[in-house]
């Protein structure tokens, strides 16, 4: 399970936009390209689709260059698996890479596609060609650790984890919230309850540590602690900004919990909605 969100841009139009079917009719200048690359990438809060629908005018532009061109199938990429459409998110992130190898960003992103898929070793080699190619980026140490989950390898997703919070102190990625779950996987509960504490001082009231502590306390047989956790995890204002696995996760954990303590219909009605959200969601509680 990972909280990072792609990085986005302003929505932008560029003159020669054709009643929605993104027609170019005249060159767009170097300023509009800007302005669509802003929008291409969601920076200022634009919808999947908005994002979509600039990256796909973008691709058609002739006069992009290389690193642009990459940038902009990355990031429709990411508009692709926001909308939990994989397939179309895949093919997009292979084109990146085609247009452009050098780019940590396209093996970044196809990494994190094949992760959704469950694809996890071929998520493992592209991470380790994102980081090859860019060792100084947090966000690729944290998303190789959860493939390191995904494989059981728990000692070596730790290792990534203590290497993003080193090159990332502030911790804007939550690494410290996924150490507190690698830790609970491996059953060291008091140190996943340290790591989960800090995570909520350092992200006070967002969601994604309250679900990783919801997932602890129910690991640690603690029921009432772990729905209560869960609660305040779904009621947190940052949680539709999520992706629909991080969404769906902590009612799919609230689910179990609920199971677990005799509540069969709410906790059906709750892994319910969670599947369809995040038809795999399962998975993250195997």
Known sequence: MSPVQPAFYPRATCLGIVAGILAITAPCAAQDVNQLMSQCAGKHGETDDEMITACTTLVALPQLDTRQRSLAYSYRASGYQLKNELDRALADANEAIKVDASSSRAFYRRGDIYKNLHQNELALQDFNEAIRLDPKVPVYFVDRSNSYVNLKQFDLAIRDLDEALRLDPKDDINAISNRCNV????????????????????????????????????????????????????????????????????????????????????????????????????????
């Open 183 to 286: 830790f609970t996987l491996k059953g060291e509960f008091d140190a996943a309850l340290s790591d989960c504490q800090k995570g909520m001082q350092m992200h006070p009231g967002e969601a994604y540590p309250l679900s990783q502590l919801g997932f602890l306390y129910y690991k640690w047989g603690k029921l009432d602690d772990s729905i209560a956790s869960y609660d305040a995890a779904l009621a947190a204002p940052d949680l539709a900004s999520y992706d629909p696995y991080d969404r769906a996760y902590p009612l799919y954990g609230r689910g179990l919990a609920r199971l677990k303590k005799g509540d069969k219909a709410g906790g059906d009605a709750d892994m319910a909605v969670a599947v369809a959200i995040a038809k795999d969601i399962a998975f993250e509680f195997e």
